[in-house]
């Protein structure tokens, strides 16, 4: 399925009750012809209101450190959430809605085949790597073969990193987050070479 087609799809999904208490689904945003998936749990107010992932305050202040890696959303890396409709109150997405929205992500993943995805927060990382904490894990590179049991058709290199929302209140995080980021262009050209 096309990028354009899988996006309509999510964009008219009516699958869980979460579509009832947004105004509409958030397939995502960016290039996905890039190298670099991002990965976060679930559209915020912000989100919602744009129809477009990572444009409240914690996704500025992502946007603005990748930004200055170098990383364009439009050219650089795609960018998308576990759960593609806004919880109401902003209340964690439960396990069923998950485990019923995640099928969208894994289809996206198979379709655009990113060499590096970037989970942001512990959500999206213990969903791509279960059974891992995420203080030990971040920062940390784990290659994956399947998600949530699907076997996939390759092999992504998941990278562990806080969500951006922790930097709003502990500015120290900022600091981390970028350091963490900042493997991503050394990342991406060792996988081209070790995958081609
Ligand atoms: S949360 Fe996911 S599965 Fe539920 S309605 Fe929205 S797009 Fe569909």
New binding site residues.
Partial sequence: MSQPDLETR?RT????P??ETCRM?VPGQGNFSASILFVGEAPGKQEDEQNAPFVGRSGQLLTSILEELGYLRERDYYITNI???RPPNNRDPNGE?IA??SA?LVEQIETMRPSVIVTLGRFSFQFLVPGRGMTESRGRCFRIHAVAGRSLSFAPVVLACYHPAVALYDPKKRGIITDDLSILPSLVQQLSVSDS
């Fill in positions: 999510i999904c009516r699958q869980c979460l579509v689904p759960v593609k409709c809605e019923i929205c969208y």
